[in-house]
């Protein structure tokens, strides 16, 4: 496999030259964290780019046969005001493309209900819950055309609890391509926040396309700055980022860049 790298202690990217290899990088970071620890917790997303990600797990859970009951799921993040069986639930969406086939109860998964009665109070129980469990080993992400993750949009601090947020328009436009027209996707949502994303022993944040190259130049060589979501991973105790070409198309590789 050829692929460039950047390596600094804390974090490592890597350019894929296909999807393939994009998606062989995050299944490599995937198991290994669960041979480094079989109850590990895991905080999944949703989107174009994961679900690439996820069907390579499938098929890599399909050939090994390996029992991933001990390992924990978070679902990190949902619309507000959908319930977990609505057909836009991002929580289903992920029964659906990643826990059922591999065997994990879904209900098991730590989340936040999109259609609770106190929303305040079902953020922060999902943040005391994660940080019960001893805080979450890897949060797989993807970073939005304009910098966010998860629903952590651009202005997001760094210090931000999980909560309700308000959608950027750009946000609710790219999500409205995943259901058909007539779907009407909410304009607010549930999001795992910034605090406890950084707290994870291990971001892996997956990009792929060139709609995507600006926010990712932003998030690896810009300044860490609010308006960049992704730049703040950067201080989490380890971070990986996999971007195919186009993604890293704007990167300046000057001197840090291995074949
Ligand atoms: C949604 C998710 C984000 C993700 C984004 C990218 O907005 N909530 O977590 O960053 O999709 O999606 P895609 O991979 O489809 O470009």
Known sequence: MSLRQMRSPTIQVIVARTDEELCA?????????????????????TGRTTAGLYRTVREWHARGQTNLSPARFVSSEEYVGIGADDPISLFGWLRH??????????????????????????????????????GVDLVIQSIGANGHFGFNEP??????????????????????AYWPPDIQVPTRGLTMGVDATLRARHILLLAAGATKAEAIARAVQGPIDEDA????LRLAPRLTIIADEAAAARLDGAGNWHT
């Open 97 to 134: 493309e990643v826990l059922d086939p591999l065997g994990v109860s879904g209900y098991s998964a730590i989340r936040m209900s999109g259609n609770a009665a106190d929303l305040g109070n079902e953020w922060r129980r999902f943040d005391a819950t994660i940080e019960q469990m001893g």
């Open 25 to 45: 990088w995050g299944l490599h970071c995937f198991v290994e964290t669960l041979q480094q620890r079989p109850d590990a917790v895991i905080s999944l997303t």
């Open 229 to 232: 979501p992704c730049s703040l």
């Open 155 to 176: 202005g997001v601090t760094r210090d931000a609890p999980s909560r309700v947020v308000t959608l950027a328009p750009s946000t609710v436009r790219s999500n409205a």
